[in-house]
């Protein structure tokens, strides 16, 4: 069976062959310019628990790319949550559905109102959820895949405890139930797939996508000719506690107590944003509170810095900035930050204001460094990790399985 981690911006050629065993799949993948020749030929079905605006591009993307079009099942988020959602699209057919929860916590588990109804009008050749385990009507969605011989995949982050929740044994007997239900799983990251391997699901099984939030970018940023006279860093994301911002307003203010003054502009908004100015004003630290800015507004301010620097979760923001040419610094985040940060960064595996204050010490007192690092960025963006590739590895791995139904159903 051919790799699917391997680069698939490449036509793919099925191979229907049946024997005794199966079929031989996806036999020769073909080098081509054109990605848009990969395309799944039947009819898909998406299940999340909610749709995030910064997910509307992939999912438009990929519904182009399906022959029978792609449903997408989605609810809305709650009164506490901070995430933008949408509730109409252009390609996708969107169906907004009810989500219910109990309990709270890492007790709490949801459903979505008339699950199966909605799965019954899309018809789908092939399902694909999100693999969440507080999800309690996942035995109802994998039944219904059962009995209409459809595969089902999940779509998962790994088993990173990202908020220290207790009950270790508990979730992981509840994690591991669930994606034995699954024909595989598409993986957001290199480090998800392996700890779903350790978990029990098969190497051919596992397919990573390398998840992304942007396109293929169509100009270079003017990297050699940033020449800020006080070195600039952004940051992007929600104002949440567990982003851990006041880390980096906490490293500009050691810099500067050094004799380096840096300045800082936390883009975003959210809950944690009051506590973070007080301590940006008594730290003393040069850090702008900018708000929440998106497409050439965070262009013009991304493209203007020198470095990226991020404290902890948030991995959709790291490819985000090497868009705009800029080096990554960066604790742990989702596990992405593994697959995205190479030779164009640093990955810091304890992220305290110190640490962050001395790397970002070592990385503008080499300007020429920092410079090459940003276009190492870019070209990771450019080449090897953004929306086009994301959805090409979905659709590989799509007729995968499509080709499996038809070889077993013969």
Known sequence: MTDLHQDTHSSLVLQDAIDNKGVNLLRDTLKS?????????????????????????????????????????AGTPGEAESTSFVTEMKVTKLVTVTNQSRLSGVFEFYWQEHLAEHLAAARPDLIVTEANPRFSDMRRLVGFARRHGCPVLGWGLGTTNFFGHGFTRLRHWRRRAMIGRFDGMLCYSELAAKQYQQIGVAAENLHVLYNSCVGRPEVAPAIDERNNAVPTIITIGRLLENKRFDVLIRAAAELKRSGIPVRVQIVGDGSDRERLERIARSSGADVYFPGELRGEELAAIGREADLFALPSLGGLAIQEAMSFGLPIITGAADGTELDLVKNNGWLLPACSPQVLADTIRQAVSDPEELRKRGHESFRIVSEDINLERMVDRFVAAANLYSVRRRAFAA
């Open 33 to 73: 310019a054109d990605a848009n020749r990969v395309r799944f030929h039947g009819r898909l079905c998406v299940r999340q628990r909610i749709l995030p605006e910064y997910r509307v591009p992939f999912f438009e993307m990929l519904a182009e790319r399906c022959d029978g079009g792609l449903t997408l099942i």
